[in-house]
């Protein structure tokens, strides 16, 4: 049979919206990769997945009626002692295991020559009976088993159990939803051998509920799957095509008002996934209920009614939305005023939730979080919010001494308020957001408002960071007393799992310390938050959360980009000034590209290795007046020129030049390791040489440690 291009589609109810995407993907990929293994698949055979509601299928090209012949190992028959006599001819009990695996009038002459041989295993001599080339199996064994497998391993949370379409009532199929009919054409041939789920293949599927020019759709072949499918059902079968479309309505309704649609990857996604043709509406709502936070209103929108508000070209939400709808009446009039009744509910309570809120002060509610379980093992929400006062204004005091202290305070008190709130109670999304808005109705100032919304960024990859100095205390301090207190309990992350999010809020930190530049040791942060709990109530777990932080800061410089050695040069110092590690690895960087580098990288790591097998203290300083040797003499003077130069660009924060200054002791280290015997047989001398490259490493390890470049 030759090769031609395969179509497999399951036809089932509606499918998760927001699994959807990844459904698809999977569906298409598992069958491919379950033909490839088994050889069914053509040099260059493609791919292309489709999903809708309603569907998952996939089209692969050039697949294999028949796959390729693969050869087989060499089968043991006996041992040789067995099978062959004193003169090497066959005996019976190898005519006849060779007659079994043939037939009696087989030519043995020819089978003992071409087939059997003999070789040795274990010490042992044994017959082996060599294989032709296994023939190649039909494609249907391998498909219904490649489908199988990868309707048994979708990413699928839970499945439902329904009964089974060809079975008597009794038994019972599982799937993500009921399956009602499968398309399996390999060309323009169906392939009625192939069958899952109870269902036999055949080439009939469905449109679009109400929109279809035909029902059932009859697929003519594997290629003119998609394009019957637009034409007949209605239905545009590709994911991707169909959220391309979705984006290019979406710019083109809000372009002749001005606007723009709010970008969302994941509701394009999940509407994307909720639609098989769309046709997007343009609706309004009234303008009284832009008096409401706009994050409030654009939450209630999307999460709700999966519209795309508009906003104006300053970011302001408007009072227009698209809708998506998955018909397409002439007249649509009738859509978009269903819609509108429907958000108007939506946006009243939004409004109902605001005006009640704000008639109680934000710091009347803060003694309620009192009642709130944090934790079982740490406390209420009310004990948590002292905690992180206390980690705050200590890292005010640090930041900006007094006044930032005491800014840090307040806002801290405040920044768990809005949680009894009846907004934050219908959308947790908006906590925060909401204390911002009600502290700024309240009179509080700018900064504590903004430091409430504030304590809780960066929330995700890429996020902002906080905007003042005060929100950037609490948020230390918020993320701080989380991994302190989860730390201290046990609660660490473990593999893939983090249910804290503990790895989040230790790259906040990261990102705050560096992109914020703040003059603040990991140590005494970490020291500052545990001294915020009450005495016994965590384990010590001070050094578990400065690793854990550190590990996560090598993580990040890695995907900023920089090698493992380099990061590992930086951090293996323990650099207390976290801000400071970008720029060390520039540095490190820059001399990782010097001529010189690799080989004051390697005579660096043959220093330390020394300088670890000394016996007793190493002195700090070389006494010249000890020198015997030209070579130690001349880098003990390169040391006393280059050293201070090198210390001053440290100290200036020019960590390039100071490691680029030491380029010219490559030519004196070099002669010191050809010419001079450390471990001398005069303690007096070893002791000094000794002393020699102790003041060497102390000065070549300053930026980094650049044994670690060392190949």
């Given amino acids: 049979m030759t090769a031609a291009n395969l179509l497999v589609e399951l036809f089932v109810e509606e499918l998760p919206p927001k699994a959807l995407k990844k459904l698809g993907e999977a569906f298409a990929e598992k069958i491919f990769e379950g033909l490839k293994l088994n050889d069914f698949l053509e040099p260059g055979s493609q791919l292309t997945s489709y999903a809708t509601p309603r569907r998952l299928a996939v089209h692969i090209t050039s697949v294999r009626g028949i ?83 990868a309707l048994e391993n979708l990413p699928i949370p839970k499945v439902m159990t329904y009964p089974n379409p060809s079975g008597d009532g009794w038994e019972t199929v599982n799937f993500v939803r009921p399956a009602h009919s499968l398309i399996v054409m390999h060309g323009g041939e169906i392939m009625k051998e192939v069958s899952v789920l109870g269902l036999q293949a055949g080439c009939n599927t469905q449109g679009h509920r109400f929109e279809a020019r035909v029902n059932p759709v009859v697929v003519q072949n594997a290629d003119s799957y998609a394009s019957q499918l637009k034409d007949d059902g209605a239905v545009i079968a590709s994911f991707a095509e169909r959220r391309t479309e979705i984006i290019r309505q979406l710019q083109a309704a809000a ?62 939400l408007t009072n227009q939305f698209l809708i998506v709808s998955n018909i397409s009446p002439a007249d649509a009039s009738a859509v978009i005023q269903g819609n509108e009744r429907v958000v108007r509910p939506r946006l009243a309570d939004a409004k109902f939730f605001f005006d009640q809120d704000r008639k109680k002060a934000l710091d009347s509610r803060v003694l309620g979080l009192a009642k709130v379980v944090y934790h079982n093992k740490l406390g209420t929400q009310g004990e948590r919010v002292t905690r992180v006062q206390a980690i705050a204004r200590a890292i005010g005091e640090k930041l ?29 999304e908006l906590q925060g ?62 593999g893939d799992k983090d249910p804290f999010a503990l790895r989040r809020h230790a790259l906040g930190v990261i990102r705050m ?21 009450r005495k016994g109530m965590l384990g010590q777990a001070h050094t578990d959360v400065y690793q854990f932080v550190f590990e996560r800061l090598s993580g990040a410089m890695r995907e900023q980009g920089y090698s493992a050695n380099e990061v590992d040069a930086v951090l293996s110092l323990n650099p207390t000034q976290i801000y400071l590690v970008p720029k060390q690895l520039e540095a490190v960087r820059a001399f990782a590209g010097l001529p010189e ?14 300088l670890k097998k000394a016996e007793g203290e190493v002195g700090g300083t070389a006494d010249p007046a000890r020198f015997v040797e030209a070579a130690e003499t001349a880098l ?70 650049l044994s670690r470049l060392a190949a």
């Fill in 67 to 149: 796959s390729q012949p693969r050869p087989q190992p060499p089968k043991t028959l006996m041992p040789a002692s067995v099978g062959l006599d004193a003169e090497g001819k066959p005996t019976a009990p190898l005519l006849k295991r060779l007659r079994s695996m043939y037939h009696d009038d087989v030519d043995i002459q020819w089978l003992m020559s071409e087939r059997v041989f003999v070789e040795e295993e274990a010490g042992k001599k044994v017959l082996k009976h060599r294989d032709d080339l296994a023939a190649g199996a039909p494609l249907f064994i391998s498909l219904e088993g490649a489908l199988e497998d």
């Fill in 400 to 428: 900006g001494g007094e006044t930032l202290a005491l800014r840090a305070d307040q806002a801290a008190l405040l920044a768990k308020a809005d949680l009894l709130t009846d907004m934050v109670g219908e959308f947790p």
């Fill in 513 to 533: 310390l560096i992109e914020k530049s703040l003059p603040l040791s990991l140590d005494d942060l970490v020291n500052i938050a545990f001294a915020g709990f």
């Fill in 433 to 494: 957001i909401m204390g911002r808005y009600y502290a700024q109705h309240d009179g509080l100032s700018d900064d504590i408002a903004f430091a409430i919304e504030d304590h809780y960024k960066p929330r995700f990859a890429g996020d902002e960071l906080p905007r003042s100095d005060v929100g950037v205390c609490v948020a230390l301090a918020d993320k701080l007393e989380t991994l302190v207190g989860l730390f201290g309990i046990g609660e660490k992350p473990t």
């Fill in 255 to 316: 372009a002749p008002s001005g606007l723009k649609p709010i970008e969302d990857d994941a509701l394009l996604d999940e509407v994307t996934a909720l639609v098989e043709r769309p046709n997007v509406l343009v609706g309004k709502f009234e303008e009284a209920f832009l008096e409401v936070p706009q994050e409030c209103l654009i939450l209630t929108m999307k999460a709700n009614q999966k519209y795309f508000p508009l906003l104006d070209a300053a970011g302001k």
């Fill in 597 to 610: 580098a690799p080989a004051l990288a390697a005579a660096n790591k043959r220093v330390g290795n020394i």
């Fill in 636 to 705: 003990f003077a390169a040391l006393s020129e280059i050293a201070p130069r090198a210390d001053v660009a440290f100290a200036a924060g020019d960590y390039t030049g100071s490691l680029q200054a030491l380029a010219a002791l490559k030519t004196p280290v070099d002669a010191f390791f050809d010419s001079v015997m450390v471990n001398a047989d005069d303690p007096v001398l070893k002791a000094n040489r000794l002393a020699l490259l102790n003041q060497l490493h102390r000065t070549m390890n300053r930026v980094a440690d």
